[in-house]
């Protein structure tokens, strides 16, 4: 509650009033654009003042600011900002002076130094006072547009973005012809595709465009080629990247160790061209460092469109296709507009250049000589038309005799009937063509939009390369081996901060490790400085979730003193920093033998029985090849339920053989039991596992 005069009132609930007048301020007033001109409130006012300043010659900037601040409150930085952006679209405004580089993302010259005027296709195709519908500004002194009537599909050309109040707007440009073109097929009842183009240029997947709603993704990529004396060369960037933000991306990547370069050089001028020299180490294999600059860089982007306009006073999401329609419709209504407002200015002329000849060639004028009154004046002047009102496409009104009233007398004596005749005639050839364009709209838009690619096309062909499809890059591929995976296998611990244990392999700090302990347990984690896989690791190793090929082989435990089992698997899907059980989870199971194959060349395992009585063999030749490989969450299959004393790799085979002395295998044997109750520890299965390693 809050006091005021002495009273309290309430104020819960004008927050959420004003947050949402707030809001609404924000989506309708500032960061959207209309769709019907394609404009937000600051550019549009932006535009309406150069156009009330248009006198042919360039203005400063800062005189444009100065008189934009009439109509829009939001200061002269905001004002500045949108007019650059504006210009650098090279569309509407004629620029003069460093407006900066959209290449380099170099800022432009200050306002006081820099000039403008507006273009040709801007004056042609934005403005029109008489089909233009207006509303007070801001402090109601003066009047700006509620729209401006624009004859092309303005929003779709220059592509918008915005931050509002709990909503974002991107709609990514479009190339000037290609919106022409498409416009046309859309009046002739074709179907269409609209992709977006950029002034940066670079290759395009538009697979997912989406046709620019919410969800869809473009991937684009820069151009890059192959130069001389171990140097690749960048011509092209994707658009939202400038060369600057490129080779800073650069740079962080190689400090960062993902690729290995010796510098970069950024000299664009007038086009892009970034020169990055190779490592020696990198240089013979330009391919993989082309790919390591897209994975890694600003080399490739993917940009997430949300195609938000304003239409009848809310926001709503449409796709271009349908902005499209909508544009061309409306330049459709927007050229009936102004044909019927020219019918109109011409047929009034026809009536007046016709009232005017009658009223000359027949002498009216002399009616009114002895007229002593005004309205003696006008009844005669009405009088002496009469026997010709029926000629006239209109009533003709006291206004109009008024304005014959005013014609002077020179120009009476000098009147040349045979002009006034050819003048007559000239309308109303004009009036028919009208007519003629007023019956058949879609023909006359179709004709404007051919004049647009005529007259303004030219420079403006598509700059981005479409693709069929962008290979993806896998960083993991092509990153370079900077760091080394070490193990502990006794604590369980495993990273590239270890680097006074075990060394297993060269990686990169993007690779994934696998890890299986001594108790079954199997877990895939990102590599790190250090990591707990579990105590007595078996098996531990660079990840590669698509070598299917590996045959995972095991024989296990079940609990303290249950079954043996065996079990081959693939290692299917795996959820990172997951701990996966291996065996069937009894309490005390453990890994008896464990190794990696391919599906057909897995080892023979010779497995020795303890003696009993009446027990006639007591060696077991394990085969693990005729085991049926399963899938990663399988139970195994039982060996035997009887107690064991040695487990080891057979060698009876040449083959055989050459695999174990390949996989560094040894023979594993068994301490033996004892009886007793006090010694039970004794008569669990104990592997020399550093033996195995070994």
Request: one cysteine or more; charged letters at 30%; a positive charge.
């Amino acid at each position: 509650m809050a006091q005021q005069n002495g009273m309290n009132q309430h104020v819960d609930g004008m927050y959420k009033e004003w947050f949402l007048d707030y809001a609404s301020y924000v989506i309708l007033e500032r960061a959207v654009p209309l769709i019907e001109d394609g404009l937000k409130p600051v550019q549009r006012r932006i535009l309406h003042t150069m156009f009330t300043m248009e006198d042919g010659r360039y203005n400063k900037v800062a005189n444009v600011i100065g008189s934009t601040m009439k109509y829009h409150p939001h200061g002269d930085a905001s004002i500045g900002d949108a007019m650059v952006q504006l210009g650098q679209k090279d569309l509407l405004i004629d620029k003069q002076g460093n407006w900066g580089n959209i290449y380099t993302g170099d800022s432009a010259a200050a306002s006081r130094y820099i000039e403008a005027r507006l273009t040709k296709f801007a004056l042609e195709v934005v403005f029109n006072e008489k089909v233009t519908s207006w509303q007070p500004s801001y402090d109601g002194r003066n009047k700006e547009p509620i729209q401006f009537p624009v004859k092309f599909p303005l929003l779709l050309a220059l592509g918008v973005e915005g931050i509002a109040v709990g909503l974002a707007c991107k709609i990514l440009p479009h190339n000037f012809i290609e919106l022409c073109e498409s416009s046309i097929d859309y009046l002739r009842g074709k179907s269409f595709t609209l992709l977006p183009d950029f002034a940066t240029a670079g290759v395009a997947d538009f697979r997912n465009y989406n046709d620019g709603l919410r969800g869809g993704k473009v991937k684009v990529r820069a151009v890059i080629e192959k130069g001389q004396k171990k140097t690749l060369i960048i011509r092209q960037i994707p658009f939202g990247t400038t060369t600057t933000s490129i080779t800073e991306s650069i740079l962080a990547a190689n400090d960062k160790g993902k690729i290995k370069i010796k510098k970069v050089e950024d000299i664009t001028s007038e086009s892009v061209e970034i020169v990055v020299h190779l490592h020696p180490d990198t240089a013979d294999d330009s391919d993989n460092a082309i790919n390591a600059l897209y994975a890694f860089t600003d080399c490739e982007v993917s940009i997430s469109p949300n195609s938000c306009v304003i239409r009848d006073g809310k926001p709503v999401f449409l796709g271009v296709t349908e902005m499209l329609k909508a544009a061309t419709d409306n330049t459709v209504a927007i050229l009936k507009a102004e044909l019927e407002f020219e019918r109109h200015r011409l047929s009034e002329d026809w009536h007046f250049s016709s009232l005017e000849k009658i009223f000359i060639e027949k002498r009216i004028y002399r009616n009114i000589e002895e007229c002593e009154t005004w309205e003696a004046v006008i009844a005669a002047i009405d009088k002496g038309l009469k026997p010709y009102k029926k000629l006239f496409l209109r009533e003709i009104t006291q206004d109009d005799i008024v304005r014959l009233t005013e014609i002077k007398i020179k120009r009476i004596s000098k009147f040349d009937s045979f002009k006034a005749d050819e003048k007559i005639k000239s309308i109303e050839e004009q009036l028919a063509e009208i007519d003629k364009h007023l019956k058949n709209l879609k023909g006359y838009t179709i004709d404007w939009y051919k004049m647009l690619i005529k007259k303004y096309g030219k420079g403006r062909e598509r700059k981005t390369v479409i693709t069929e499809g962008l290979e993806t890059i896998e960083a993991k591929k092509v990153v370079i081996n900077n760091s080394k995976l070490y193990v502990n296998r006794e604590d369980g611990f495993a990273g590239y901060g270890l680097k006074k244990d075990e060394l297993i392999a060269d990686c990169s700090d993007l690779d994934d490790v696998i890890a299986i302990n001594r108790e079954g347990k199997l877990m895939v984690s990102r590599i790190d400085e250090k990591k707990y896989f579990g105590k007595e690791i078996l098996h531990i190793d660079i990840f590669n979730k698509d070598e299917n090929e590996k045959i995972y082989n095991i024989v296990y435990q079940d609990g303290k003193a249950g079954a043996i089992m065996v079990k081959r698997f693939r290692m299917g899907g795996i959820t990172r920093d997951k701990m996966y059980e291996l065996t069937k989870g009894t309490e005390g199971s453990k890994i008896l033998f464990m190794s990696v194959s391919g599906e057909n060349n897995a080892e023979t395992v010779q497995i020795n029985l303890r003696p009993k009585p009446k027990m006639k063999n007591t060696t077991i030749m394990l085969n693990l090849n005729d085991t049926i490989v399963k899938g990663r969450d399988s139970m195994g299959n039982i060996v035997t339920k009887a107690s064991i004393t040695k487990i080891f790799v057979s060698v009876s085979s040449e083959k055989a053989t050459k695999i174990n002395a390949a996989a560094g295998l040894k023979e594993i044997k068994l301490p033996s039991q004892q009886a007793g109750p006090k010694n039970k520890e004794q008569k669990q299965l104990d592997i020399n596992f550093k033996e195995l390693l070994n």
